[in-house]
C-alpha cells in the first residue's frame, strides 16, 4: 500500500486543521462575564425572609450577586425589621421552634407566622408542638449516632489499611 496525497475529508466539511482551536474558543467565552442575577423569591430565600413582606421594589427586580452579599453584610432598616418581627416563612418558623417543615404542616401552621405569635406558641406548648420537637430530637439522636458509627467505621478502615 502506497501513500496518498488525496484529501480524506469528505465535501462539505471542514479539514481539522481549519477547525478553531479550543483556546480560541475558551478565550471568547471568559473575555466577557455577564453579572449573575437571581430571582426575588431565591434572594428572599438565602436572606431567610418571606418574600411577600419585602418592599414591592425588592419583590419586582432582580438582585445580583454583589447586591445580595451587600444585604446580607450591611442589611438595611427593612430586612433588620423583617428578621427581627417577621412574618419568617416556613423554615425560619420551623427552625425557631425546634421542628420540622412537615412538624409544621402536620401541626396545622401553613402560614407564615410573626415573631410575636411564635413566642405565643412557645408559651402555649400546644400538644402538636411538644409531639413534633421531640421527634425532632429523636430524629437528631439518630443522625448522631449513624454519623458516630460511621465515624468508628472510617477509623477500623484506616486501622486495617
Excluded: C
Aim: no cysteine; glycine share 6%.
Amino acid at each position: 500500500m502506497g501513500e496518498s496525497s488525496e484529501a480524506v475529508t469528505p465535501p462539505g466539511y471542514r479539514p481539522w486543521s481549519a477547525a478553531p482551536s479550543a483556546l480560541v474558543t475558551l478565550d471568547g467565552m471568559t473575555s466577557h462575564q455577564t453579572t449573575q442575577t437571581m430571582k426575588p423569591a431565591t434572594a428572599a430565600k438565602k436572606l431567610g425572609v418571606y418574600l411577600e413582606a419585602t418592599p414591592a421594589e425588592f419583590r419586582e427586580g432582580v438582585v445580583s450577586r454583589a447586591e445580595l452579599n451587600a444585604l446580607q453584610t450591611d442589611p438595611p432598616q427593612w430586612l433588620r425589621e423583617l428578621r427581627r418581627d417577621g412574618p419568617h416563612p416556613r423554615p425560619v418558623v420551623a427552625a425557631k421552634l425546634g421542628v420540622s417543615i412537615s412538624g409544621l404542616a402536620r401541626g396545622g401552621v401553613t402560614e407564615p407566622l410573626t415573631t410575636e405569635q411564635i413566642e405565643a406558641l412557645k408559651a402555649e406548648r400546644p400538644e402538636w408542638l411538644e409531639r413534633e420537637r421531640a421527634t425532632q430530637a429523636e430524629v437528631r439522636k439518630e443522625a448522631a449516632r449513624i454519623k458516630k458509627r460511621d465515624a468508628e467505621r472510617g477509623e477500623r478502615a484506616d486501622a486495617q489499611a
